[in-house]
């Protein structure tokens, strides 16, 4: 599966952004889809993922209350929206997939991945 990010772009603190997965090749209702990001200078750390069907989600604390993680399947597409913007919340977005029998927050067990899209968040 063939995955692209989109959506990124320059917001406000505590505005909103919406970035979105798009899958080509297979379809994405076999694979859990997680977001992870990238700050400059920083680790890649696990934002929020979603199972197959949609049924469930998993959020890192920052995310919480925050960011919410949709997909429609018949659309071979993920989106995270995200609200209440914060300045430490600009990096690099990816979306990643994988054949897998749960939700989790370990990059190495995505297979796939998508070239992400920047997000920039001004104070």
């Known amino acids: 599966v063939q995955l692209q990010a989109s959506g990124g772009g320059l917001e406000q603190a505590g505005g909103s952004l919406r970035v979105s997965c798009a899958a080509s090749g297979r379809t994405i209702s076999n694979y859990v889809v997680g977001w992870f990001r990238q700050a400059p200078g920083a680790e890649r750390e696990f934002v929020a993922a979603?199972?197959?069907?949609?049924?469930?989600?998993y959020y890192a604390d920052f995310a919480k209350g925050r960011f919410l993680m949709s997909r429609d399947n018949a659309k071979n597409t993920v989106t995270l929206q995200m609200n209440s913007l914060k300045p430490e919340d600009t990096a690099v977005y990816h979306c990643?997939?994988?054949?897998?029998?749960?939700?989790?927050?370990?990059?190495?067990?995505?297979?796939?991945w998508g070239q992400g899209t920047l997000v920039t968040v001004s104070s």
């Open positions: 990643a997939a994988g054949i897998l029998p749960t939700i989790t927050v370990v990059p190495t067990e995505y297979a796939y």
């Open positions: 979603i199972s197959r069907s949609g049924s469930g989600t």
